[in-house]
């Protein structure tokens, strides 16, 4: 079984993809036994398709999963778990906001926990982004009645049974950790660093970031309440 899929969302990054690939590799190699990449294209545009096709031919250790039309980015997601065979799954986003060297440093959790969820330390991100995402995360928290600092968070790493579990909707990307708990899984928030984007541009604006998270707040925490753990008993 393959130890690590790194699963990164792709949408009009082309000027990201060599550096995000070079990253990747650089960060894995000869610290895990055996390795993925999957590069899910969301539907670009910009010609990120025939670079990302590119890639996977020179290196054995990428695949890409293509769809015909823009879906978002919890569709891609979820296509990009499917299609994960690693024991543990680590999810990023293309910009390289995130470091993938840090997934070392979650992967300790990984003995008493069944999904980090990063936290981002010290952001890179311009005023009103950072306050609108703190704002977003106490109402999220309030109305799902989860307790989770930094949910956007690009960077997570969790087990396969986690990925499994999940059954996602457009926006439900924005909610993997509580959904994870919900499942009955252990999550843990452990500080990742942050920098700017390097290229490329940014998918969303304040507006379809905290105020379409609102809906989906209300159908998670409706789950949450609703959702079950039953133990049968043995016979
Ligand atoms: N993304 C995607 N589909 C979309 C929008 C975004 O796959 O419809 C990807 C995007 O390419 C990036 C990640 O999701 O890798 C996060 O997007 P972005 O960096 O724009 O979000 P931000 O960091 O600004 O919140
Ligand atoms: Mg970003």
Redesign the pocket.
């Known amino acids: 079984m393959i130890e690590l899929s790194v699963v990164?969302?792709?949408?009009?990054?082309k000027d990201n993809i060599a550096r995000l690939h070079m990253a990747i590799t650089h960060a894995l190699a000869h610290r895990v036994e055996s390795y993925e990449i999957i590069l899910?294209d969301?539907g670009s545009t910009d010609g990120s398709a025939e670079q990302l096709d590119q890639l996977a031919l020179a290196d054995p250790n990428v695949r890409i999963v293509h769809f015909l039309r823009?879906c978002?980015?919890s569709a891609?997601i979820a296509s990009g778990l499917k299609a994960a065979e690693g024991r543990l799954i680590a999810l990023m986003?293309?910009?390289l906001?995130t470091y993938p060297e840090d997934i070392f440093d979650l992967m300790p959790y990984m003995a008493d926990y069944d999904f980090a969820n990063g936290t981002r330390v010290r952001r890179q991100d311009n005023l009103v982004r950072k306050v609108s995402s703190k704002v977003g995360n106490g109402i999220r928290n309030w109305i799902t009645g989860d307790r989770i600092k930094d949910t956007?968070c690009?960077m997570k790493l969790f087990k396969r049974e986690v990925a499994g579990s999940f059954t996602l909707y457009t926006g439900f990307h924005r909610f993997l950790p509580t959904l994870a708990r919900m499942n009955g899984f252990r999550v843990i928030e452990v500080p990742v660093r942050h920098r700017e984007?390097v290229a490329g541009t940014?998918?969303?604006g304040v507006f379809n970031?905290a105020f379409v998270g609102l809906m989906d707040a209300i159908v998670i925490g409706w789950m949450r309440r609703r959702s079950f753990h039953y133990q049968v008993r043995e016979e």
């Not at 990164?8 to 990054?13: G, I, S």
Request: proline fraction near 9%; hydrophobic fraction near 15%.
């Open positions: 990164v969302p792709m949408y009009n990054e899910v969301d823009n978002g980015q891609a986003d293309g910009d906001q956007g690009p984007r940014s998918k969303y970031r």
